[in-house]
């Protein structure tokens, strides 16, 4: 069998008008990531490099959103159907080298890697193959139309079809995922025509125009697997969404991660969760997020590209993004951790405590009412109730630096650039404006006054 190439070229310059948003279709997201993010990867393991993109609406926001693939990106300008998108892009095809297209629409996040390589086996075997579905509901899906042999002889638009040239309806639609031989596909794509309901330059009338050149055409049947269909509405990208979560929890679960009350728990696409981590829902982790062996999520926790360590503690509802957690650290409940935050091996931050660009050192402790902000925090450091930082002075950011050791009395304003030196003590209620050298006590406050009281009578 001769060697073959394929490149895929995604659709994605739609607008999605009935999921009433100014931005495109494939940006609109499941288990926050857009739906375009979900078919590169469904696409990568066998493409590689060699994916194209068809933008068109909002193609500034796709090129943001995925700047490592911009490079190979078709504008489609006007968007008139398509199988005008794919004669845009049609040159691009060509100088990639393929021998085969895989055509496949930007808004199927649930397409597998399993479905496109049940079509793929068709290269070689054909010169177009699409996979069809026979799904419980038909609605306004192309129509699948075969001869009395079983022979595919069209794909009608669901407006378009009229039974008394199609005949009755056998409930097998298209799921517009297309392989076209290159060599013999090409030639048809000047037939295209927009006479129908919509106006528009429809790929599916590629098969009719194949059949009527006595070419090949084959439709790979994938039974009831509606996951290959393409989304249309806030309800199906819901409902998407829904099997999405269930999908990933659940090979959790069989990884070996113990995740109480799973219905509740959602975990993005991209985040590693190892065997022996226990997540209990609600909880919800997203990004890049990683969370090892031994680990251990509450409830009620909202979590984004931030990391756990082996035997750290999360307590419930905490606010966790950017974030990197240590081992035996714990953290919360009501905890807010942004971007920059380290917490070292056994630090403790407890609740109502922010922390922005910060660390803890080692056995270090802030345990409630604090906001650390642009600061280093020595091992073994204590944090009183009600300490900041002052890390801004309305044009700057400056750092705090507090050593190992140290214990910073409650109700404490660290006014940046400062140092606390190693062991050093802060008495509560100051105002730190100057660095406090090691094993040394700063105290910065107005010293108390006792006046009678005057009592009415």
């Known amino acids: 069998m001769p060697q073959t190439k394929t490149t895929a070229l995604v659709l994605a310059a739609g607008k999605g008008t009935r999921m009433h948003s100014a931005k495109a279709k494939v940006l609109q997201t499941l288990l926050n990531e857009p739906m375009l993010f979900y078919v590169y990867e469904a696409l990568s393991p066998m493409m590689q490099e060699r994916i194209l993109t068809v933008v068109g609406h909002d193609a500034d926001g796709v090129r943001a959103a995925f700047p490592s693939m911009a490079d190979r990106f078709v ?53 177009l193959a699409f996979m069809t579905i026979t799904p ?95 989304i249309n509405s806030p309800r199906e990208l819901i409902a998407a969404e829904g099997t999405l979560r269930r999908r990933i929890v659940d090979e959790l679960i069989d990884a070996g991660v113990l995740i109480h009350n799973p219905d509740t728990v959602i975990v993005g696409p991209r985040v590693t ?39 750290c503690v999360v307590r419930e509802f905490n606010h966790i993004e950017g974030a990197k957690v240590g081992s035996g650290a714990t953290v919360g409940p009501y905890s807010r951790l942004r971007p920059g935050t380290v917490l070292g091996e056994s630090s403790k931050v407890g609740n109502f405590v922010e922390m922005k660009k910060a660390s803890l050192g080692e056995g270090a402790k802030a345990s409630h009412l604090t906001y650390l902000g642009d600061a280093e925090v020595g091992a073994g450091a204590n944090i009183g109730a009600g300490t900041i930082t002052c890390n801004y002075d309305g044009k700057n950011k400056f750092k705090t630096v507090i050593g190992p050791g140290a214990f910073i009395g409650s109700n404490t304003a660290l006014v940046a650039p400062v140092t606390v030196g190693r062991d050093a003590l802060i008495g509560a209620g100051s105002t730190i404006t100057k660095d406090v050298p090691d094993e040394q006590t700063g105290i910065a406050r107005g010293k108390q006054t006792i006046i009678a009281r005057r009592l009415k009578k």
């Open 75 to 127: 504008v489609q300008e006007e968007q008139l159907g398509t199988g005008h998108a794919l004669q845009v892009a049609w040159d691009a095809v060509v100088s990639s080298g393929a021998t085969h297209c895989l055509v496949i629409n930007g808004d199927t996040p649930l397409v597998t890697v399993e479905a496109l390589d049940r079509l793929l086996a068709a290269q070689g075997c054909c010169d």
């Open 273 to 311: 969760v190892e065997p022996g981590a226990e997540i209990f829902g609600h909880c919800e982790l997203y990004g890049s997020s990683k969370v090892s062996g031994g680990a251990r999520l509450g409830s009620y926790n909202f979590i984004m590209d931030s990391t756990f360590a082996p035997g």
């Open 136 to 230: 419980r509901d038909t609605a306004a899906f192309g129509r699948v139309v075969r001869d009395p042999e079983r022979r595919v002889t069209a794909i009608v638009e669901a407006k378009d079809y009229d039974f008394s040239l199609h005949g009755p309806v056998t409930g097998e639609v298209n799921a517009g995922i297309y392989l076209l031989k290159v060599e013999t596909i090409g030639p048809l794509l000047d037939r295209l025509k927009n006479e129908n309901m919509s106006g528009e330059y429809y790929i599916t009338d590629l098969v009719e125009l194949a059949v009527k050149a006595g070419l090949s055409v084959d439709g790979v049947q994938a039974g009831n697997d509606v996951s290959l269909m393409g």
